[in-house]
């Protein structure tokens, strides 16, 4: 077989009129792309819109019910290589172990022959500029290295003639400070004529690394084209085909006049030095902080992940430092991980998660009313706006961005004093984001609860919390709020030190 298309040399794979349905849902409808030699193609799409389902068929996971992908036969997927969210790295084996279990490792007497196989490893990381030692464990890298190492390992496995390289949302976990780096592996890659899909929910990115861009909704193409003939606010409606909301109004009290109801004081852990902390009723407070500023670690003490060494955090008038999560859940906080899988329960209904809000429940579900299930979903899907073909569905039929709107809801629906979000709207579009942080606005005002948000995005922070904390080095080195709650300061805030 031809190395390239024979019609167009520098399309590395073609896909024609591509139709997926899983019962009554038409996942996708006649898509058409064509993946061309040293080009970013960006794919856009509300969740539910039918981007994973198309990864999913390019992979061979999926078989479509229609259409062709050329070169025929196994030639096209013998093209394609995958980074997925979920790099699938060991983080305890260092890079050169980790390549050689994707690549293969070199074998010499009978033994492996690790000088060969640290030498051929540095030269893939040297390649790609990967400012990374072969012998260094993957664990200890910052995650944009780790998906370097991803990208790296993939394009290992393309043929030597050109291929199509998949990034299905490559810096959605990471904090804003490293997307840049992965954004430059993105363009040596491309420099070096590999075509790229680049599957996400962050314009900014598209505007700044793709050549073109494709939007799918509802499982069709409504616009294909160069990326320099389309502004963001064009992509943003035909991505959401409707007027998104701005966001609800803040809070016009200032912080000190609202009524306390977590109170953190002096709370060390073994990052954490210090911190002073408080949220009032009704107040949604942001956590702002580059990776390893202790903003997770003050997630995970306060929802009794991880032992205080000193310090204290208060409920109202409880003191509930150091309780258990079990004992925390029962005395109303609520964590919504960002980790959407941990989130919800694969094998269940929509129904049957939207009831669940931990484990002990699932243990105990004998006893669950399946019309009060019932309710408990329509409630949480209309509230968040699920794309689901009814409640009965499996979970793990929806869309990941769907799946973390029910993950979210199910909490929103309890009776809780505390919600603690972290990221959450990672991987959820940008029409559905607005909605979500409304609905949370609605819920904790309504009910007098409070809510602690950490988010990487600082735009997300600066839009949809009343006060946002900045920490650093393990403490709290800012606070704003009122005017002075712009993406400039907070900006300017977390990359001071
Ligand atoms: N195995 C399946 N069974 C039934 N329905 C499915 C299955 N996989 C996907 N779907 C449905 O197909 C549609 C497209 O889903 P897909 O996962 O492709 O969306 P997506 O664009 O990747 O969304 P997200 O941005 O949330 O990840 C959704 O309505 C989803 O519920």
């Not at 394009?155 to 199509?164: I, W």
């Not at 299905?168 to 420099?191: F, G, I, N």
Request: aromatic share 4%; glycine share 10%; net charge positive.
């Amino acid at each position: 077989m031809s190395d390239v298309l024979d019609d167009d040399q520098q399309v590395r794979v073609r896909i024609r009129g591509l139709n997926k349905s899983f019962g009554a849902t038409r996942a996708l409808k006649d898509v058409s792309i064509d993946f061309r030699a040293g080009r970013v193609h960006a794919l856009l799409g509300a969740n539910g819109c039918g981007k994973s389902t198309l990864v999913k068929i390019l992979s061979g996971y999926h078989e479509p019910d229609s259409g062709e992908i050329s070169p025929t036969g196994h030639g096209a997927r013998e093209r394609i290589a995958f980074v997925h969210q979920d790099l699938g790295l060991v983080p305890s084996l260092s890079v050169a172990e980790n390549l050689g279990l994707a690549c293969g490792f070199t074998i010499r007497r009978g033994a492996i022959n690790w000088r060969e196989q640290h030498r051929r490893a540095q030269k893939l990381l040297d390649d790609y500029g990967i400012a990374t030692l072969a012998s260094e464990a993957v664990g200890s890298l910052g995650p944009a290295h780790q998906s370097m190492i991803a990208i790296a390992r993939a394009l290992n496995s393309l043929p030597e003639s050109g291929g199509v390289l998949v990034l299905d949302e490559p810096t959605a976990r990471l904090p804003v400070s490293e997307v840049d780096h992965l954004l430059q592996m993105v363009r040596r890659v491309k420099a070096r004529g590999v075509a790229i899909l680049y599957i996400t929910h962050r314009l900014e990115e598209v505007m700044q690394v793709a050549d073109e861009v494709s939007v799918l909704r509802d499982g069709a193409m409504v616009f294909h084209g160069p990326t320099s003939t389309i502004d963001k606010e064009k992509l943003v409606g035909l991505i959401v085909n409707k007027a998104i909301r701005p966001p609800a109004a803040r809070l016009a009290t200032a912080a000190r006049g609202i009524e306390p109801l977590l109170t953190v004081r002096g709370l060390s852990g073994i990052r954490l030095r210090g911190v002073d902390l408080n949220v009032g009723r009704g107040e949604i407070v942001g956590v702002a902080g580059l990776v390893g500023s202790g903003r997770s670690e003050l997630g995970r003490l306060i929802f009794g992940l991880q032992k205080a060494r000193a310090g204290s955090i208060r409920l109202r008038h409880a003191d509930i430092t150091n309780l258990s999560t079990r004992a925390l859940v029962d005395m109303g906080l609520a964590y919504v991980p960002q980790e959407r899988r941990s989130g919800v329960f694969h094998g269940l209904s929509v129904a049957e998660n939207s009831v669940l809000a931990d484990f002990g429940q699932l243990m105990s579900r004998i006893g669950i009313v399946p019309a009060r299930e019932r309710r408990a979903a329509d409630e949480v899907v209309r509230s968040m706006k699920v794309k689901t073909e009814s409640a009965g569905t499996p979970i793990e039929n929806l869309s990941g961005g769907n799946q973390q709107k029910v993950s979210l809801g199910k909490w929103l629906r309890r009776e809780v004093q505390l919600l603690i979000l972290d990221e959450p709207t990672q991987g959820i579009d940008i029409g559905a984001r607005t909605e979500i942080f409304n609905t949370i606005r609605g819920v904790v005002e309504t009910r007098k609860i409070g809510a602690l948000v950490f988010d990487s995005d600082l735009d997300i922070l600066v839009d949809f919390c009343d006060r946002i904390i900045v920490m650093c080095d393990g403490q709290v080195v800012g606070e704003y709020h009122g005017a002075e709650l712009t993406h400039e300061t907070i900006n300017r805030a977390v990359y001071k030190r």
